[in-house]
């Protein structure tokens, strides 16, 4: 459980409360490259942490990320023109470069020189893989682009989408980082041929459904083992990376890292909307050869595994469709009822209500890895406000890790035994 001050703490994320001002100190994925692909195209409304903003890309190629309202008198710059380096406002003409400053004002005499006078507020923006990154925190002090492997390797070896959750983002990490729930949420009945995973994994997953969890504190956040009996002497371990201040790296579908079976690995980012609705950003990456087509629908189609979600990214099963549960599915096929994994997760964690009183909650001893996270990110809140800045936001090649699972003998030591998996690749920025 967690006091009423620390939920608050832990859970708002708009300008001026502890959380929200420290993830104004990381670089955040906003949208899609593709959402604003053209120079002069439509630009597009875009909510972070609570702040309403426009996005577009002006004539140069270049991106602007600038207040939502126009500072003359608060029309939304969405309805504006994209035109000739800059986002003119379709009410009184004002335009306005992609650094926020006012360049024209035909509304007002010349004389009085007041566009010099009137700035906008604007975000700087970097675009790697496809998506556009961007920093919210005070000017002069940018942190690091975090060196993800599915940020520096080319487009064809990585993979990103998006998708509406309603919740708020604290619930939904929480289920990222929980390796317990998917021997039961996740799993099927006995369907061989149905399963989302490979058989074995789900032997061992089914076999042990209560993991022992060991916990390493790390540059980047914490770095995470489930432990599950095997048999014979041995464990499977699912090595899960938590990376301050909202990611998490799943581990792969079969033993080993990413590089040693051919099968991809990816994360998520989840990226506060407001307080209430997150962006749940699924990453995948290949390190060492292109996606293949089913690979690359996988990790990052509409359609694919993670879809099918809607033109506005709103998955199609959602809670106004209580997700297409099927109680028949739930009797004779999977444990819930509902197709898809990120749906099954979708479900859990938006049904606590948009923010859950955690104040109400009984936590077992599964649950050390969320309880470990919660201190963590709630001391980096406290230290920012003495003056400390998150070191990890400092340090991007931090982030370039990996996450795995392993099948371990039963004196193994995990750490060492699986740092070799869970180390990134080499850090080479793809040509653009
Ligand atoms: S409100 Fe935008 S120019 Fe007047
Ligand atoms: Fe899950």
């Not at 595994?305 to 506005?312: F, K």
Request: hydrophobic share 35%; aromatic share 10%; with cysteine.
């Amino acid at each position: 459980m967690l006091s009423a001050q620390d939920n608050e703490r832990l859970t708002r994320v708009g300008p001026g409360t502890p959380m929200g001002e420290l993830m104004r100190r990381f670089w955040i994925p906003g949208l899609k490259e593709e959402e604003i692909a053209a120079p002069d195209s439509p630009p597009v409304k875009l909510r972070l942490l609570g702040e309403d903003l426009v996005a577009f890309k002006d004539s140069d190629g270049r991106i602007g990320i600038l207040d939502a309202y126009c500072p003359h008198r608060m029309v939304e710059l969405y309805y504006g023109r994209n035109e000739e380096c800059g986002l003119r406002c379709v009410y009184h003409g004002w335009k306005f470069d992609t650094a926020g400053n006012c360049v024209d004002m035909p509304s007002e005499p010349n004389e009085t020189n007041f566009a010099h006078k009137v700035t906008t507020k604007s975000y700087p923006a970097a675009v790697r893989a496809g998506v556009v990154w961007i920093y919210m925190g005070p000017k002069g002090e940018m942190p690091e682009l975090p060196e993800f492997e599915w940020s520096y390797l080319s487009a064809d070896r990585t993979a990103a989408t998006k998708r509406l959750q309603q919740c708020n983002w604290a619930q939904a990490i929480e289920g990222g980082i929980d390796s317990a729930h998917i021997s039961f949420l996740h799993s099927n009945l006995g369907d061989a041929g149905h399963g989302n995973f490979n058989l074995k994994r789900e032997t061992y997953n089914l076999g042990d459904r209560h993991p022992k969890f060991f916990i390493e504190d790390t540059d980047y956040g914490l770095q995470i083992g489930a432990r599950r009996g095997a048999g014979e002497n041995r464990h499977y371990w699912r090595i899960t990376q938590c990376l301050m201040p909202f990611y998490t790296m799943i581990p792969p579908t079969m033993e080993g890292g990413a590089t040693s079976d051919g099968i991809p690995f990816g994360g998520h980012a989840w990226v506060p909307i407001d307080d209430e609705n997150t962006w749940t950003w699924s990453f995948g990456v290949h390190p060492n050869r292109p996606f293949t087509k089913e690979e690359a629908n996988w990790s990052g189609g509409r359609d694919g595994t993670w879809g099918p979600i809607d033109d506005n990214y709103r998955p199609i099963r959602n809670k106004d469709n209580d997700y297409l549960l099927d109680r028949e599915a739930q009797r004779t096929r999977n444990y819930t009822g509902i197709d898809g994994v990120p749906n099954q997760d979708a479900a859990v964690q938006e049904s606590m209500g948009p923010i859950v009183d955690r104040a109400r909650e009984r936590l077992g001893a599964s649950d050390i890895a969320i309880i470990t996270w919660r201190k963590k990110i709630l001391q980096l809140t406290r230290d920012l406000e003495a003056g400390t800045l998150p070191p990890m936001a400092g340090q991007g090649n931090v982030y370039n890790v990996r996450s795995c699972s392993a099948l371990l003998n039963g004196d193994a030591d995990w750490i060492e035994a699986t740092a070799e998996l869970v180390r990134g690749g080499e850090i080479q920025y793809a040509a653009e």
